[in-house]
């Protein structure tokens, strides 16, 4: 693993491995114990460029090679990722601060992506239309968009940087890969690595490892990319999204949410303390489908509470190479403080303290709290850490009712004895996926993703990918001759 912080921090532009011309490094930190992994000299505005005019180049020859062609390529680099699933974990965990538990299920769904890339390297197919004019022949022919821009976040680096760029090279388009900062090689170079070993042409994949602060808006608004695939804040990505709408481009946006994990009255409660745990606490809460706020019907308040506390109390915090460690370290040191200020808030605004954790460094330790007023600005926003907020509700109708008082709408998950039941209640919550007596954190390679409301545009997986990153063509055939008033 050591090697991947000295070979792969650089920049990935046209097949070859160089450094950035910016006039500032990015360094890389390991978020638990603050040493310098490795440093980054950034990619500037020209680079940017250079990177998708690459894209653009290579992506033409791409499109053209038979996807059987194609698909040999992803299976070989579902291959490398099995060799070389040890390393791949160690860099999580010394990049993200993931545990090593999180850095297998994440690693795992990688490989699950990698196979649908696959399959979907072989899924575009045509359609030959009726038509009212005789002798008139309609071809719908499916191509690629071109060349994607993908922006990838930091909690979940290596799959969700592979969850769009897999697809999108498999069905036949150029990518530009710009990693968040915190980790641009989990996230980026070591993609970038993989394909180039498996086989991808030079320039149809690019990693650049750059900051805003550099490039501005470059990396939205060149002309080249057609689509843009954004994983992030939503504050970002409501940015994201009106550059990409104005210059006519596409764009695939997921962001936070603030899920609910509701437990009915007759849920059986120590399965469902198990759940909200594990849907809280996932990554220390670094996930946007964790469980923000619990809901727990008035008659098994009690009994769900006790347990639940009982239990985030075992988790033990502390250096994420630990095995016996479940929450590591947050990202960065302004993680770590807004979390502070979180919890201080809830404090403030009365809420009872079950259990409170202390902070040391990025290390936050989880918290509990319950009654929080109805309208405390902290049960409408996305907490991305340890903290969760245990609500009470007296029957299904105002549960749906506190379920769907957020501005957002991403992931959910209910328990009950009853499934039907619990169909009926996730059909009345607005939000793109949700879930019965389970987690509210899932993936799967076929089945749509993405959320309502401020939680993002448009899905991802299985068939909504190939829509994400495939346009259609109408070509008329007309047999014969046709004929015109004039």
Not at 102 to 123: D, G, P, S
Not at 368 to 390: K, M, R
């Amino acid at each position: 693993m050591s090697t991947y912080f000295t070979d792969l921090a650089q920049q990935y532009i046209d097949g070859k491995w160089r450094p950035g011309t910016g006039s500032w490094d990015i360094i890389d930190f390991n978020p638990y114990d603050g040493e310098k992994l490795a440093s980054i000299t950034i990619a500037t505005v020209d680079e940017i460029d250079e990177a998708y005019r690459a894209a653009a180049r290579a992506q033409r020859d791409w499109a053209a090679t038979s996807p059987y062609v194609r698909r040999a390529v992803f299976e070989k680099a579902l291959r490398l990722v099995e060799e070389r699933e040890a390393e791949i974990s160690e860099l999580l965990v010394a990049e993200a601060g993931g545990t090593f538990g999180k850095a297998a299920f994440e690693i795992h769904l990688a490989k699950e992506f990698l196979r649908e890339a696959v399959h979907l390297a072989l899924t575009p197919e045509g359609r030959i239309l009726p038509s009212p004019i005789d002798g008139k022949e309609n071809r719908v022919y499916r191509e690629p968009v071109g060349v994607v821009g993908v922006v990838s976040p930091f909690n979940v680096p290596f799959l969700l940087s592979l969850k769009s760029v897999a697809p999108a090279l498999a069905l036949g388009n150029g990518v530009v890969l710009k990693p968040h900062q915190n980790t641009p090689i989990a996230g980026g170079t070591v993609i970038a690595r993989l394909f180039e070993d498996a086989g991808l042409p030079p320039g149809l994949l690019n990693v650049v490892v750059t900051d805003i602060a550099e490039i501005g808006d470059a990396f939205l608004e060149h002309p080249v990319p057609r689509v843009i695939s954004f994983t992030g804040s939503d504050k970002v990505g409501r940015h994201v999204a009106t550059v990409a709408a104005s210059h006519f481009k596409r764009s695939v946006i997921e962001l936070g949410g603030n899920s609910a994990f509701v437990v009915l009255d007759d849920a059986d409660v120590d399965y469902a303390v198990d759940a909200a745990v594990f849907s809280r606490f996932i990554h220390q809460g670094q996930v946007c489908m964790a469980a923000n706020r619990v809901l727990v019907d008035r008659s098994v308040a009690d009994a769900f509470t006790e347990k639940f506390v009982a239990k985030v109390r075992t988790l033990k915090a502390g250096d994420p190479r630990d095995p016996q460690t479940v929450i590591g370290p947050v990202i960065n040191s302004s993680q770590a403080e807004s979390l502070t200020g979180v919890a201080e808030q809830a404090v403030a605004e009365g809420a009872t303290v079950l259990l409170r954790g202390g902070t040391e460094g990025n290390l936050v330790e989880p918290s509990v709290f319950a009654d929080l007023p109805a309208d405390s600005a902290l049960l409408q926003q996305e907490v991305f850490g340890p903290i969760v907020f245990l609500t009470t509700f007296d029957g299904e109708e105002e549960a749906v009712r506190l379920v769907n008082d957020s501005p957002y709408g991403l992931s959910g998950a209910v328990h009950t004895g009853n499934v039907e039941r619990g169909v009926a209640f996730a059909r009345q919550i607005v939000t793109g996926m949700f879930h019965v007596n389970d987690a509210t954190v899932h993936d799967e390679p076929i089945v749509p993703f993405g959320g309502e409301k401020n939680s993002g545009l448009g899905r991802l997986n299985g068939e909504t990918t190939l829509e994400a990153f495939t346009t259609t063509k109408w070509i008329s055939v007309q047999h014969g001759r046709s004929g015109w008033p004039f």
